[in-house]
């Protein structure tokens, strides 16, 4: 039995291994995704070339560009990242990024134009650069955007040994960079996806081999599928789980460790997620079925930017609560949904009788799930069958399967 001190030493550890909060920051403990890394590396390999990471929040953007540099196996490469806030300029930002290549303007003359930034790139780089630009979405200077977008064709122009590799939230990156014609040839665009359950299966295995403690496949892949593909959920529960291990003296993660894992995930939730949960799905009345129907519309099969139907709610909802439901006794609680009453946690698109709905923060679907389970609204087992039929709703012929989802 180990004293108390280095159990607690353990125990911090294993924070510093599974980190919910915070992207990877090292290729020791980053899994999986290597066809998005081969996109941006063999940009990078060439000049003229960059890259457009994009995707979901939480899917794991910023942890790729963390780790890029350390699958560039060249010795002279600089790599830089800065990110991209509100209040930001096209000026206040490359102003940033060559602070971050101990680049100093004030010999040059402050860069104001993309032409000024190429040159000054050219002048003053001593070998290849890669220039990670963050959290792109939260730039609202239109203006500054453009000229990104110049900026990336008059580096590609002039060959300029520097990749740029522009991350942020978007479904497409006409949402990021608006009509992007002209630079189409100059950029890759490197979709980023949820993570395949392998992936998720991966992030678990590395952190243990790290922490020297084990779990069977079965236990991984029960974290990696309530994730739902969302790394984020894999090491909040893979953290609680182990922390639970240590706390009992063992090295090996069992079953109970997760279900205990499932409850501290969800007390432990952001205050935003718990919030807007409470905001969506609050009423006087107990058998409102708010939590009900958020619950199928988590579970309901969707498309690949997270958009579902109100006839893919039928079947998960009719699970859950036992007895045949049809669209009319919940279409109310998606309209509510949607409305800022309610927190508007789904967004709503498309038209009438062709509505498409999808949870507007990513992130709180698999709480959804989760607080599901911990609160005993469904059981564990249902969901996993639940989403096994999801997964085979979408990969039949993508036609068939998903417009059977509109039928009423
Ligand atoms: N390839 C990976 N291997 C291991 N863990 C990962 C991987 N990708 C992401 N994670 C983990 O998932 C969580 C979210 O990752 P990250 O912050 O990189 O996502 P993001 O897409 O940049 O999110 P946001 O949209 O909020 O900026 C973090 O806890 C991070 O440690
Ligand atoms: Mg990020």
């Known amino acids: 039995v180990a004293d108390n001190a280095s159990k607690l030493v353990r125990y911090a550890k294993v924070a510093r291994v599974f980190t919910p909060g915070a992207p990877i920051n090292s290729q020791a403990l980053f899994a999986g995704r290597m066809p998005q890394i081969m996109e941006v590396v063999n940009a990078s390999m060439q000049r003229g070339q960059h890259a457009m990471l994009y995707g979901e929040r939480g899917v794991g953007k910023t942890s790729l560009a963390n780790v890029l540099h350390e699958f560039l196996s060249d010795a002279t490469l600089t790599s830089v990242k800065v990110n991209c806030s509100t209040n930001d300029t096209f000026v206040t930002l490359w102003t940033r990024v060559f602070r971050e290549l101990a680049i100093d303007p004030e010999l040059d003359g402050t860069p104001v134009d993309p032409d000024d930034v190429r040159y000054l790139l050219q002048q003053r780089l001593v070998g290849p650069a890669l220039v990670v630009i963050d959290e792109l979405d939260r730039l609202d200077d239109d203006e500054a955007l453009s000229l990104l977008a110049d900026t990336v064709k008059a580096l590609s122009d002039h060959s300029v040994d520097v990749t740029l590799v522009l991350v942020g939230v978007a479904d497409s990156i ?17 979709p980023m996806q949820r993570m395949p359950l392998d992936e998720l299966v991966e992030i678990v295995d590395k952190g243990l081999d790290e922490l020297d403690m084990t779990s069977t496949q079965a236990v991984k892949e029960r974290i990696g599928r309530l994730s739902e593909g969302l790394p984020h959920y894999t090491h909040l529960l893979a953290l609680h789980a182990a922390q639970y291990a240590v706390m009992d003296d063992r090295d090996a993660i069992d079953p109970a460790d997760v279900d205990v894992a499932i409850k501290r995930a969800v007390q432990k939730a952001t205050q935003s997620i718990q919030s807007s949960y409470q905001l969506a799905t609050r009423s006087p009345r107990p058998d ?9 519309c988590a579970l309901a099969p969707k498309n690949e930017l997270g958009y579902f139907t109100a006839g893919s709610v039928r079947r998960p909802l009719s699970r859950i609560m036992g007895e045949r439901k049809e669209i009319p006794s919940f279409a109310r609680h998606l309209n509510k949904f949607t409305e800022p009453g309610r927190g508007a946690v789904l967004q709503k698109s498309g038209e009438s009788r062709r509505f498409f709905y999808r949870f507007a923060n990513p992130v709180l679907q698999p709480f959804v799930i989760l607080n599901g389970i911990a609160r005993g609204l469904v059981e564990e087992d249902l969901v996993l069958e639940l989403q096994e039929e999801s997964r085979s709703v979408i990969s039949h012929g993508e036609d068939d399967g998903w417009q059977q989802l509109f039928d009423d």
């Not at 006409?174 to 490197?190: M, N, P, T, Y």
């Open 174 to 190: 006409d949402e990021l960079v608006g009509d992007h014609h002209s630079i189409e040839r100059a950029i890759v665009q490197v």
């Open 288 to 296: 409102s079925q708010f939590e009900q129907v958020l619950l199928a």
